[in-house]
């Protein structure tokens, strides 16, 4: 690697201010004179302590013990050597890197792959923005779909840098080899298809995307890492992913799906106080809030958000707006969020539009323009309203035994925050939406979080004293019924979506890992987003789900009619969830002066419905 000369070095350490390497990561705030703190970008904290004084040019944090400058911070945050640190900072703040004589500058081999992935992905969206803006048969119909049908500006096509691929890639292997991209970069971007074996050539490059929209996807640094394709009515027939409406590109070197948020790197510059960030579903949701003027809308890669990504977002703000779809799917994923963004230590409210009975954010915001949130915002709810409201619709009709079950399915959501005075507060607000005390509500969930502290206890106190198997990852030792819907959304795919269905998602056991990926992986099928079970990085995060996924996929289903094993999983955990409470019933209605506070008329009729349910036949719908 050629040596930079140390005159240089220094003089870029006086002249690039460390407040402005540091806050395209970090949510700066004044701590007095010279300093500002923020949460730290190299472990998860809900506290600020990390300390930058701009004076000294160093950064130290008083929770892991992280210190250096910015050439530093730029090294550690985007796994890039001293000598690539030192020329991505001058790059930024237009600072001429001088080398030692002879040493000359870096050639494209000694170049590490990740900052090559980025130039490639940089220039791939160039080259697929051009195309987008040719005057041919592919840039006249992206074009007239994006404005004429989508009915998106035109100008906002060249601020979020949209391409088109045509039905035959658009030449983008002819571009980037002509641009002397190297074969490793090549064979690992993601945007090909090349044969393990095969001699990189233009022909064994065989594009990813073809005949679709490209939305380039871009790192919290703003950074090219991806691309979303829309199937559009030039995706050619012969496509393997003819049918999917949105397809990723698969998980390289820079990209994970789980760690992006879309739109974070412009939105994250405008939140603030008052300034919430506007959580959406889709990244067409986005950019319609986007061209309105909400300059906070942000969204997931994919519909089923990750820790990951609300832990990422929590360094720049910690107030966050739910605006999904209000259809069934969307009030879902709106309640799979809410556990997770509590344990993120994130303050949530939920956008609704009061009187309607469904709402689009696409289609609102552009029939209203910026006036469609205020609406929203007016009409929205809190956390525990938006909670409470989905568990007890109606609480001024509810038996007090309906309520004091809703309070048991509220505790533990609240359970998921980690503070105990903001489980407290919540609590206390829920109460009120329930028609309750407050104490019955803290009740419930110092029983939960009781239960909770037993489980843990019972469990084995570390992974090594698990027994482990041939290849050193943990024995799945028990058989669950969610196990087995596992097994058969993986071998049998077109079973996900029916018995994601059929499937409510209270009766899953999700404190097992077997039942946390099924939830997972269900609402990847509800929403029409499942990958296919070759293209998991994305959903699969840890070392143990990855375990759990490649043993089952190595495993040969023995089933004879996989229908009728998902049908009888579905009845066991239907039998697990509802028997419970049919016991704890009649145990009631036989010892009546015991539950004093239950109405038996009420309870016969409970008694009565959970025993309906308990007989009804399950089938999944198979249509289509």
């Known amino acids: 690697m050629p040596a930079i000369k140390p005159t240089c070095i220094r003089d870029l350490k006086l002249r690039v201010n460390l407040a402005d390497v540091i806050s395209r990561v970090v949510t700066l705030r004044k701590a007095g004179g010279s300093r500002l703190k923020g949460l730290c970008p190299f472990h998860n904290e809900k506290t600020p302590s990390f300390n930058v004084d701009t004076d000294k040019g160093f950064y130290k944090c008083f929770g892991c013990g992280k210190a ?10 985007e796994q890039l050597n001293f000598t690539e640190a030192i020329e991505a900072l001058g790059k930024r703040f237009n600072i001429v890197i001088e ?28 080259h697929l923005h051009q195309a987008f803006k040719a005057s041919d048969a592919t840039g006249d119909f992206m074009r007239k779909l994006w404005v004429e049908q ?7 096509a060249d601020e979020f840098k949209i391409g088109a691929a045509d039905a035959g890639g658009s030449g983008l292997g002819a571009a980037l080899l002509k641009k002397k991209f190297s074969e490793a970069a090549l064979r690992q971007c993601g945007l090909f298809f090349v ?26 640094q703003n950074r090219v890492v991806a691309f979303t394709a829309r199937q559009t009515g030039l995706t050619p027939e012969d496509d393997p992913a003819r049918e999917a409406k949105y397809v990723n590109s698969p998980e390289t070197p820079i990209f994970t799906k789980g760690h992006l948020l879309f739109n974070l790197d412009r939105a994250r ?35 089923s958000i990750t820790e990951g990504q609300l832990v990422l977002l929590r360094r720049y703000h910690t107030q966050v707006e739910c605006f999904f779809d209000s259809d069934s799917a969307g009030q879902k994923a709106s309640l799979r969020f809410l556990p997770m963004a509590l344990k993120a230590g994130l303050e949530v409210r939920f956008l609704t539009l ?29 956390a525990m309203e938006f909670l409470c409201l989905a568990v007890l619709p109606e609480p001024g009709k509810a038996s007090a035994e309906q309520r004091a079950r809703a309070a048991e399915s509220v505790a533990e959501t609240l359970a998921a925050s980690e503070s105990t005075a903001t489980r407290a507060n919540l609590a206390k607000e829920a109460s009120r939406f329930l028609w309750l005390e407050p104490k019955i509500v803290e009740g419930e969930l110092e029983k939960f979080l009781a239960r909770q502290a037993r489980q843990a206890a019972g469990r084995p106190p570390t992974q090594n004293s698990e027994p482990q198997n041939e290849n050193g990852g943990p024995v799945q030792r028990d058989h669950t019924s969610e196990r087995d819907l596992l097994l058969i959304c993986l071998h ?9 269905a059929a499937l409510p998602h209270d009766w899953i056991d999700t404190g097992h890992l077997a039942g946390a990926l099924l939830n997972k992986f269900l609402a990847e099928f509800e929403h029409d987003s499942w990958p296919g079970r070759d293209h998991l990085d994305g959903l699969v995060e840890t070392a143990e789900e990855k375990a759990l996924v490649a043993g089952l996929l190595f495993e040969t289903p023995k089933m004879d009619d996989p229908v009728k094993v998902a049908v009888e999983g579905l ?13 704890q019933i009649e145990l009631a209605l036989a010892n009546p002066r015991a539950d004093s506070e239950s109405d038996p008329i009420s309870l016969l009729k409970e008694r009565s419905e959970l025993q309906r349910q308990l007989r009804q036949s399950i089938t999944l719908n198979l249509a289509g």
């Open 492 to 500: 049998f795919e077109p079973l996900g979506k029916p018995i994601g």
């Open 571 to 583: 009845r066991q955990l239907r039998t697990r969830a509802l028997e419970p409470r049919l016991r």
């Open 269 to 303: 510059s405008h939140v603030g106080e008052g300034k919430p960030f506007v959580l959406v579903e889709g990244q067409l949701d986005a950019m319609r809030c986007w061209s309105v003027g909400l300059k906070t809308a942000i969204a997931p890669q994919g519909t």
């Open 68 to 77: 250096g400058d910015a050439i530093t911070f730029v090294r550690e945050t």
């Open 150 to 156: 989508r009915r998106f500006p035109a100008e906002l």
């Open 195 to 220: 044969y393990d074996n095969a001699e990189l050539t233009l022909h064994s490059l065989r594009p990813r995307f073809r005949g679709r929209l490209m939305i380039p996807i871009r790192d919290h």
């Open 99 to 126: 080398y030692e004589e002879g040493s000359g500058g870096p050639s494209r081999e000694e170049r590490s792959l990740r900052q090559e992935l980025y130039d490639l992905h940089d220039a791939a969206a160039e």
């Open 354 to 382: 009061a009187g309607a009975a469904k709402v689009d954010p696409d289609l609102l915001f552009l029939e209203r323009g910026l006036t469609a949130y205020e609406e929203v915002k007016r009409s929205g709810l809190s």
